[in-house]
């Protein structure tokens, strides 16, 4: 497990070599691996990295997604006008997710954050179009951002569900043929979809319709991950504690381990995680590997310590389970959600009152919408297509957070324009009840 170097000349902030070398890999040899990022992006880099040496590509990526990106702001400001049918609310979305720092943030490097998150909104933006009556290619227009977006994305896989039985029920409460509407939606799915389902299964000889597993091997394979999963189970983020700090000296009792007491089980105490920080610290391998675009530096281990770590881990997971369930199903939860909502990219802009500022747009925006789609519930209870609004924010939440333990908070990036419509709801909603007015629906 390493850390990649910022390839000299990119513009980006940051650098993920993984969503690009399988594209790379493929240029050059016909085959598409590492298999481990689905190909949505590729459809935009692959013809920049055949035209182009692979700096400029990159640079140009991410001139593509600032330029997307400022097109979604206007057709989610759109999205915004067709909920609530006035002008003032087109301005307010618009202007508010302009200076959102937190999703333009992901402009400024090559990633999948921005582009996920522009081709959700126009998913979405033509999904509202085709159930209010617009033409019937606005289901095809929807399905092809859906899945566009999913194959750079595949935890959202099961939003063509939820798409699917907003569209059905839509679509039966206005006396309309159901068929043809769903046919023309899932159309560019089925077709991507199957195309990449029978490509896995010659591949794998099973049927896989995203990856054939959500962890990367650069991860999977190492330490790093054993030490996740332990972290997870009982709430803590990713690398949440530095196990590389702890030396064997005659002091180690000085030193303060972070590990909350409700952790502990028969099977470990705090001595015992010291002991296997120490064996951490003794067995890790650190060295460079030079790259096309730069140096990446590695740390790893024997296969034989690798298989105690992992022993090791799976035990203290295990005995963790079985006696303190609580910690693991809920407390764990829990924690991972406060991780998963906390800030951390902020903190580095060069005016501390920016970070400020830009820290509490983000926390406002995500109090106000959560009450936002507390107020939305009615739309819920009666399945009616608006409700996909408020279900993207919490399905993001719930899918990474609570099922899959991830605690980042860049997961929630793609979800955050619809938390801002969420927001505006609520304030329109306060606005009526402020000035009595007979309704607060819009």
């Known amino acids: ?216 091997s650069n991860c999977r394979d190492t330490y790093r991950f054993q030490i996740w999963q332990f972290e997870k189970a009982w709430g803590k983020e990713e690398w949440g504690i530095d196990w590389l700090t702890e030396k064997d000296t005659s002091d180690i009792r000085k030193e303060k381990v972070p590990f909350p007491n409700y952790i502990y089980t028969s099977k470990y105490n705090e001595d015992s995680l010291r002991s296997f920080k120490i064996f951490l610290n003794k067995s890790i391998i650190r060295y460079q590997v030079q790259k096309d675009l730069g140096k990446a530096y590695i740390d790893t281990m024997s296969k034989e310590n690798l298989e105690i770590v992992q022993a090791k881990c799976n035990t203290y997971i295990e005995s963790l389970k079985n006696e303190r369930p609580f910690v693991y199903y809920v407390t764990s939860r829990w924690g991972i959600l406060k991780h998963f909502f906390k800030l951390d990219m902020f903190g580095n802009f060069q005016e501390y009152y920016l970070g400020v500022i830009c820290a509490g747009l983000y926390y406002s925006i995500i109090f106000i919408g959560f009450i936002g789609i507390i107020l939305m519930a009615g739309y819920f209870f009666s399945l009616s297509y608006l409700a996909l609004i408020p279900i993207l924010p919490l399905y993001s939440v719930f899918i990474h957070a609570i099922i899959l333990r991830l605690s980042q908070s860049r997961y929630f990036v793609p979800s955050y324009p619809f938390m801002i419509i969420c927001a505006i709801y609520a304030l329109y909603w306060l606005y009526c009840k402020a000035n009595n007015r007979s309704t607060a629906k819009v």
């Open 1 to 216: 497990m390493g850390m990649v170097v910022i390839p000299k000349g990119v513009w980006g902030i940051c650098y993920d070599e993984t969503y690009f070398d399988c594209i790379t890999n493929f240029i050059k040899s016909g085959i598409y691996i590492p298999d481990e990022r689905m190909p949505g992006l590729g459809v935009i880099y692959l013809p920049l990295e055949l035209l182009f040496s692979k700096v400029i590509a990159l640079n140009i990526f991410i001139i593509l997604q600032i330029v997307l990106s400022a097109v979604s702001a206007y057709v989610l400001a759109l999205i915004s006008k067709l909920l609530f049918k006035k002008d003032i609310f087109f301005y307010t979305t618009f202007y508010i997710y302009l200076i959102c720092a937190f999703t333009a943030i992901s402009n400024s490097y090559p990633g999948s954050e921005s582009f996920a998150t522009s081709i959700l909104i126009f998913a979405v933006y033509y999904y509202i179009l085709a159930l209010e009556g617009h033409k019937k290619s606005n289901f095809i227009l929807s399905g092809t951002f859906l899945i566009w977006m999913i194959f750079i994305r595949p935890a959202h896989f099961p939003l063509i569900l939820v798409f699917a039985v907003l569209i059905t029920v839509q679509l039966i409460k206005n006396k309309q043929k159901v068929l043809p509407a769903l046919f023309l939606f899932l159309l560019p799915i089925t077709i991507v979809e199957g195309a990449w389902i029978i490509r896995n299964y010659m591949r794998y000889h099973k049927v896989i319709p995203t990856l054939n597993s959500i962890y990367l």
